[in-house]
């Protein structure tokens, strides 16, 4: 037997990007996520600023 993650839509985790789109279709390795998660800061997004700054000029 297989053992395969347990998946659940990656739209749970659209709070570390600055642009936060639904895509209900896209699974992902909920213990994977939860282990990035627990490892970034509260306020972390991605892009982050600096890089967005970058970008905009």
Same mark, same amino acid.
């Given at each position: 037997?297989?053992?395969?993650p347990f998946t ?13 789109? *639904? ?10 996520w939860n282990r990035?998660?627990? *490892?970034?800061p509260k306020e ?14």
């Amino acid at each position: 037997m297989e053992n395969r993650p347990f998946t659940v839509t990656g739209d749970l985790y659209n709070r570390i990007f600055v642009v936060q789109t *639904s895509n209900p279709e896209v699974a992902v390795d909920y213990g994977v996520w939860n282990r990035i998660f627990a *490892s970034l800061p509260k306020e972390y997004k991605v892009p982050d600023l600096p890089v967005i700054t970058f970008i905009a000029h």
